[in-house]
């Protein structure tokens, strides 16, 4: 059983800068693939970024290619968003999900383990 918290998010404007965190405890973090999702009022959960078990593949939805980049740190059990160029179309709660068996799925239901979720607002 993995048990994930976020960090980070908040208030931002246009073209800026925020970097969320999704720490894991509570299991063995490096088997499982991890992504973000994000969802914003009225609509569905969406796939924002995803990374391989050891970090060697990274996906990311067209929306945020470019400007969005997902690491992790097995050592610290930690995956990260780091996101630039901010727009008011961002705005959304973000999550984070850890998926069991190793691979990166660009759908929610796939993924196991989600995070409390973390509001991003980017005003214009």
């Known amino acids: 059983q993995v048990q994930l918290v976020q960090s980070g998010g908040g208030l931002v404007q246009a073209g800026g800068s925020l970097r969320l965190s999704c720490a894991a405890s509570?299991?063995?973090?490096?088997?499982?693939?991890m992504g973000w999702f994000r969802q914003a009022p009225g609509k569905e959960r969406e796939f924002v970024a995803g990374?391989?078990?050891?970090?060697?593949?990274?996906k990311y939805a067209d929306s945020v290619k470019g400007r969005v980049t997902i690491s992790r740190d097995n050592a610290e059990k930690t995956v990260y968003l780091q996101m630039n160029s901010l727009k008011p179309e961002d705005t959304a709660v973000y999550y984070c999900?850890?998926?069991?068996?190793?691979?990166?799925?660009?759908?929610?239901?796939?993924?196991?383990?989600w995070g409390q979720g973390t509001q991003v607002n980017v005003s214009s």
């Open positions: 990374i391989s078990r050891y970090g060697t593949i990274g």
């Open positions: 999900a850890a998926e069991r068996d190793g691979t990166v799925y660009s759908i929610p239901y796939m993924y196991d383990y």
């Open positions: 509570g299991g063995t973090f490096r088997p499982y693939a």
